[in-house]
């Protein structure tokens, strides 16, 4: 059997009217993965163990097309191709040892670079010369439109989704260079994915980190200093935003040491599983 189905009772099944992009969907979850396929890159519905490939612009006018993917025959990719990454210092009490230092009171985000994307299922690479680094789990917002000088009441109209993210750190870099682009953007250090989910409560889900399969991180998004809409209205107010730019939203509790042969998954509720292995460069 053709690894592509094309059914038109499984397009009857799966099909959905044709949307815009930022609309709200409230009653509805989706889960939007970008993904390779002999060759192509694309855009896809995921729809248990398959996707269902899209037609269009998932920033603008997109709809469902007639044919599936099994989801074991496809490459994953980092769901979208930012323009520009930002990810927040010190956002949950938590990691700031339960108090709230003065200019923690204000958001305080830094970049991160593209060539730092790494793909589910792609590895975090160690680089040499560098100890300790550690896992960071954090939230990752997904830009839905251009978005500049917006308001906390509607910045939320400028969110697409949220995926899972690594913020993986350098410490000893973080700690002594005058700058972090090294020690938070070092290429493979912001592994984010499996794909968007769009529809839920971000200010409100459950996340965890598993090493090795067992949990050292779990906190509930609830508890993030600032939320989402505060996030995105504050970075709108000195940088134009575009669609498909990434924030990874600060990472909970204490976090630790990954070596070579560690297995890292981040795990939000309604989203999915970000899974990566840790290697040596």
Excluded at 114 to 124: K, P, T
Excluded at 184 to 212: E, H, Q, R, V
Excluded at 262 to 268: P, R, Y
């Amino acid at each position: 059997m053709s690894r592509i189905l094309c059914s038109l009772s499984l397009v009857a099944l799966f099909a959905l009217p044709a949307i815009t992009s930022v609309q709200a969907q409230e009653d509805t979850v989706q889960k939007i993965a970008r993904f390779e396929y002999k060759g192509k890159v694309q855009y896809g519905l995921v729809k248990g163990e398959a996707i269902q490939a899209i037609e269009g612009d998932i920033f603008g006018e997109w709809k469902p097309s007639d044919y599936l993917i099994l989801l074991k025959d496809v490459k994953l990719l980092v769901p979208t191709e930012p323009k520009q990454i930002f990810a927040m210092a010190g956002n949950y009490k938590s990691h700031l040892s339960g108090e709230i230092p003065e200019k923690f009171k204000t958001p305080q985000p830094f970049l991160k670079t593209f060539s730092s994307l790494q793909r589910q299922e792609g590895n975090i690479e160690l680089p040499a010369g560098s100890d300790p680094v550690h896992y960071e789990a954090e939230m990752v917002i997904v830009i839905g439109k251009e978005c500049k000088n917006v308001s906390k009441e509607d910045a939320k109209d400028y969110v697409f989704g949220i995926t899972c993210g690594n913020d993986v750190s350098a410490r000893d870099w973080q700690k002594n260079d005058v700058q972090w682009w090294r020690a938070k953007a070092t290429d493979t250090f912001s592994p984010c994915g499996p794909w968007i989910a769009t529809g839920l409560n971000y200010d409100d889900l459950l996340m965890t980190l598993k090493l090795n399969g067992k949990v050292v991180q779990e906190e509930r998004t609830s508890l993030l200093i600032h939320d989402v809409a505060t996030m995105v209205s504050f970075i709108s107010q000195h940088t134009t935003l575009h669609p498909g730019d990434l924030i990874f939203t600060g990472t909970p509790g204490k976090t630790d040491v990954i070596k070579s042969g560690d297995v890292v998954e981040v795990e939000i509720e309604g989203v999915g599983v970000l899974r990566n292995n840790v290697v040596d460069e």
